[in-house]
């Protein structure tokens, strides 16, 4: 039988919580209810207490409230919290996990979400959800649901919102098909919507050639997620098309994937090939961010919500400059492909954010900096243009059968 873990404050959402299980039990799940609350008394018995869950993180629960510093008693229980979640998953008795909660709630919800691998199924009721939830989700497969109404009490609303809360939560541990066994090696590839000609082209080709490619978006969350596969052991090479978040990471763009992007791959010896990937700009969302320093550059809006500045060379050669000192600790097969005739759609003869010199100033700065053991290949192409994607697939498909 399938166990649906409910957890979360049974002080102030007891009701709320036992209406859930009751659902949950009527459909034939077992449930596990885990206690994260610290101030009244939890409303009915959990399954697991609050007491275990401050322990878990090394407090015991009398020290845990602290109304000079609540922020610290939130920091306590999201971490007991997750490290109760694994080990209900590492014993089995965990196949989805469902949460309700206001900010409290859904930071110590999301918490024990964020610990739980890729593929089991996680449903967070909040009254946050319509505001930037990236802090709560992370690199996770976190579902957020609206409760539109505070969370407080049983009514006509809230019922049918927790209700159909519950359904989405069986619904998706029945529907799980379970992790698929393939001989194929698993690919991944950095992409954007606005490279698609090359992306579609690429994943085509090597699909026919007996990969099996997952694409990751590169807007931050993206990147982090790509680099967490691969420091996971589940990539057996990468195809990094679009590098643009190491450039919003040097200059304070929204899509930031961290310190550690480019460098899990070339730490995992696995075979990689580069793509400067619309490097040539760095991304403002919502476009009133664009700071003071940036104004009166050629800017294109890729949507009416995301504003891209374009890069100029100092800027470039620092990108260049930060990538070879990254991939030069590469262990494994390492190239970079280069598109000579432009890195983004934007970046193209009489289009908005054309700028040959300062790419130029990117390409001068890698290649004085980058080791010889990294092959670069320089195409006479835009990277949209199909022989550059052909010519970088060839590459890529060089690189993985040196590895055979």
Aim: charged share 25%.
């Amino acid at each position: 039988m399938k166990t649906i873990a409910l957890m979360g404050r049974l002080d102030s959402k007891g009701k709320e919580y036992a209406y859930v299980k009751d659902i949950i039990l009527r459909r034939g799940f077992e449930v596990v209810v885990v206690d994260t609350g610290t101030r009244g008394a939890p409303q009915f018995k959990p399954d697991v207490s609050r007491e275990e869950v401050a322990r878990a993180a090394g407090v015991e629960i009398q020290n845990v409230v602290d109304r000079a510093d609540e922020t610290q008693e939130i920091r306590v229980m999201m971490e007991g919290a997750a490290k109760v979640a694994q080990k209900l998953y590492a014993s089995g008795k965990l196949d989805g996990i469902m949460c309700l909660g206001g900010s409290r709630g859904t930071a110590i919800g999301t918490a024990a979400m964020r610990a739980l691998p890729f593929g089991i199924p996680k449903v967070m009721v909040s009254t946050v959800a319509s505001g930037d939830v990236r802090p709560y989700v992370g690199t996770k497969d976190i579902t957020f649901i609206h409760s539109v109404t505070d969370i407080n009490g049983l009514n006509r609303m809230t019922k049918r919102l927790l209700a159909y809360a519950a359904g989405a939560v069986t619904g998706a541990v029945t529907a799980d098909p379970g992790i698929e066994v393939s001989d194929k090696p698993l690919v991944a590839m950095s992409v954007m919507g606005g490279v698609n000609r090359t992306v579609f082209l690429a994943q085509k080709t090597l699909e026919e050639r007996g990969f099996e490619v997952v694409s990751f978006h590169a807007v931050g969350t993206g990147g982090q997620a790509m680099e967490e596969t691969v420091e996971q052991g589940l990539i057996d090479g990468v195809l990094d098309l679009v590098t643009h978040e190491l450039i919003d990471g040097l200059y304070g763009g929204t899509y930031n994937a961290g310190p550690a992007r480019l460098e899990t791959a070339g730490k995992k010896g696995i075979p990689q090939v580069i793509v400067p990937g619309c490097l040539d700009f760095i991304a403002f969302s919502p476009p009133e961010k664009i700071p003071e320093a940036f104004k009166g550059r050629k800017v294109f809006y890729h949507t009416p919500e995301v504003a891209i500045v374009r890069a100029n060379r100092d800027e470039m050669a620092s990108a260049g400059k930060t990538m070879s000192e990254k991939l030069n600790k590469a262990l494994g097969p390492t190239a970079v492909a280069i598109p000579n005739k432009g890195f983004s759609p934007a970046d193209r003869q009489d289009r908005a954010l054309f700028d040959p010199q300062a790419d130029a100033a990117f390409i001068k700065a890698l290649k004085r900096n980058l080791k010889p053991n990294v092959r670069i290949v320089e195409v006479d192409a835009h990277i949209n243009d199909e022989v550059f994607a052909r010519q970088v697939v060839d590459l890529f498909y060089e690189l993985m059968k040196s590895r055979a």
